[in-house]
């Protein structure tokens, strides 16, 4: 059965004291694919500017705007129709010697290497070298780093903020998804999987009903390649 879910995302800016202007970029439109199909989106900004759309170097689409009058509180609202395949994406059948090739190291370095938010520390390499060894195959070591974060981390909402790095949710046990993600990102780094963060949005009724409203934030998901 196919979905097709209209998506609200509101986002709103309140400062301490009226700003002359301010420069910004929204990732808000999901992305059309085999999996799904987006159609129609727009963004809203208030107050009322002219909005530009670009895709980058990701392949994600971006608004971006300048609001060039004094103003104290900035809104975004994102609006998607989009129309869900039947099934997900199964795993790949890539074999660590795959993964292990100069030339798809090269294509997907970037995918490969640690960053602000995804790092690595002791645990990590440690981690990662265990998983590993234990698994046959990069989709079934996908799948047992997913389960020792979901054993090591606790899930509680609002516990950490955009700036949390990997070893101070490590140090804490707990997160909310975007800390999940990146932790799960540093462990498949660190095994040579190629991986990427993706946010974006999940019903939490299997069985809802038509017109059936929902209200919650956007979701925090991990792809890889294998």
Known sequence: MTWRLQVVHTTRYRYS???SQSYNEARLEPRSDRHQAVLSSRVEVDPA???IRHVDYWGSVVHHF??????????VIGRAVVETGTAPPE????SWADLASGALRDQFEELLVPTEHVSWNGEITETAARLRA???SPAEAVAAAAGWVNERLEYRQGATGVQTTVSEVLGHGFGVCQ????VTLAILRAMGIPAWYVSGYLHPTKDAEVD????GESHAWVAAFT
Do not use: I, W
């Open 49 to 51: 500017t002219r909005v």
């Open 179 to 182: 800390d999940f993600a990146h």
């Open 66 to 75: 300048d609001v060039q009058v004094p103003h104290q509180e900035l809104t």
């Open 17 to 19: 004291a009226p700003v």
């Open 212 to 215: 059936e409203k929902a209200v």
């Open 134 to 136: 234990a698994s046959p």
């Open 91 to 94: 795993p790949g059948e890539a």
